[in-house]
């Protein structure tokens, strides 16, 4: 066969249908010689078949036929056919017409590849831009940046809202005892122990050295108590489970919103760390309470 000759491996198909069948399959061939005039669906309905199902790098389409009027290159032209050769066709002008939609489906790939890389980069650099670097959740800038369109989100589906705000305790104490790389462990897992506790479609961040938010949708009133309490206990168990000298504490505020509140997400911000501060007197008083430990 004729592309054999130059180097080209050929499926053949029988009439158009199969060609269809081909051409629509995910690792289909990017090059196609189709006959004008074929069994079961001609080129003209191939050729409108595949440009309706494109993708990123499209087939390029030459057809082939004994037909030569002006009218009959124009219907092939705008069916979406890339290039046109009549019957008897000569062999060097199909090699030479061969060669030219060679280079252009290698440029498409090629532009395929690059926009694939842009997007990833962008991505990465989007990913960045909004990640802290230390425990893999969203930032400040990326809590702000998905808070608010979640927040009007749920309000239009009248859903409740909860902005759960917490602040480790003594991270300067770990600091100060047993160096800062283990104050670094120790925010990482208490943002693993976030992740364990919250749903992935809740807004998890890291907005200060040792201040986390959560930003979390439900449906039923108990539900935001519920995931407090998850996670007190999940952090019960990991402070049993580890081999640490020192325990892993949190204060809490948790600001709830109705539906129809109209609240912005810093007013949240302000209401759930008002909460967790009194949480964390509270705490301060009780220890002053009991007194030093003898």
Known sequence: MTLESWGHEVIEACDGAAAWQILQHPDSPKFAILDLTMPEMDGI?????????QNATPVYIILLTSKSSKSDIVMGLEAGADDYVTKPFDADEL???????????????????????????????????????????????????????????A????????????????????????????????LQEIADILRGTFRSSDIMARIGGDEFVILETYGEQNEAPNSVARLQDNLRRRNIESVRDYEL???????????EDSLTIEALLTR???????????????????????
Do not use: W
């Not at 842009?118 to 990465?124: D, H, M, V, W, Y």
């Not at 239009?156 to 104050?183: C, F, P, Q, W």
């Open 95 to 153: 090699h030479a017409r061969v060669k030219v939609g060679i280079r252009m489906v290698e440029l498409q790939v090629s532009l395929a590849q690059r926009v694939a890389e842009l997007e990833q980069a962008q991505e990465t650099l989007r990913n960045l831009s909004l990640t802290d670097d230390l425990t893999g959740l969203y930032n400040r800038r990326g809590f702000f940046a998905l808070a608010d369109p979640h927040l009007k989100t």
């Open 272 to 294: 759930g760390d008002g909460l967790m501060y009194e949480q964390k007197r509270n705490k301060r008083r009780q220890q002053e309470s009991l007194g030093p430990l003898v």
């Open 45 to 53: 309905t191939v050729c409108h078949q595949v440009r309706q199902n």
């Open 249 to 259: 504490s949190l204060s809490i505020g948790v600001a709830l919103v109705e539906s």
């Open 155 to 186: 309000r239009r589906a009248k859903r409740k809202v909860s902005l759960i705000y917490i602040d480790m305790d003594d991270l300067k104490g770990i600091n100060d005892t047993h160096g800062h790389k283990e104050g670094s462990n120790a």
